[in-house]
């Protein structure tokens, strides 16, 4: 079955003094009527049951991140023991749906994305777990067109087109972390890279 993850431990720093260590940005309402935490979880609901989501944030947020998501059960919101970024959270996640579901989907995604195209996101999402349904080896990650030439992103290369059909997809050729500006300027020109948005797919006994 497929298992919605949303990794919800950062401070949002960068938004102080509106974001603070308790109440970091996905929890505050900044694009919308609704928290960004509780827009991502609306973003899925017409694909995962909020039954199959699950939370990983910090001791800190626990209590605020399940007043927000009473549809989350409480034994779906993790705490991680300390803050170490995507992998450790991600592997926490996975141990937990490998208990309930040993053959469990996972689609992992950040709580503080703005996504203006729902429908367009959630056609992403299902062609991302159809590629994982035919071929549970694969991992799929998504990647934003940029707009700009950003140097606090990490870019994705694409390879070769897999398949045919929309969304599009590629092959990752290779990881190209934070560029100086003239490399990421270049990275805009040429058209085949990406701006790596923490956006996954895979089957949690796969990671």
Request: with cysteine; glycine share 8%.
């Amino acid at each position: 079955m497929l298992h919605a993850v949303i990794m919800a431990g950062g401070s949002g720093t960068r938004f102080w003094p509106q974001s603070r260590q308790r109440l970091p940005k996905q929890l505050l309402r900044l694009a919308g009527e609704r928290t960004m935490i509780q827009q991502t979880l609306d973003r899925c609901r017409n694909w995962v049951d909020p039954s199959r989501a699950w939370v990983v944030t910090n001791e800190v947020q626990a209590d605020a991140t399940a007043a927000q998501l009473p549809e989350i059960p409480r034994q779906n919101i993790l705490v991680e023991p300390a803050a170490r970024n995507t992998a450790p959270c991600v592997g926490l996640a996975a141990i937990q749906i490998l208990h309930h579901d040993p053959d469990g989907i996972m689609f992992v995604m950040p709580a503080d994305h703005v996504i203006q195209t729902d429908e367009a996101f959630s056609r992403g999402a299902l062609r991302a777990v159809e590629i994982v349904n035919a071929d549970p080896s694969k991992l799929v990650l998504f990647g934003v067109i940029p707009s700009f030439p950003a140097t606090g992103y990490g870019y994705i290369e694409r390879g070769a087109m897999i398949g045919e059909g929309t969304p599009r997809v590629y092959e990752v050729s290779a990881f190209r972390e934070k560029p100086h500006l003239s490399l990421a300027e270049q990275y805009v020109r040429e058209g085949r890279f990406f701006w790596n948005c923490g956006i996954f797919c895979w089957k949690a006994q796969t990671i």
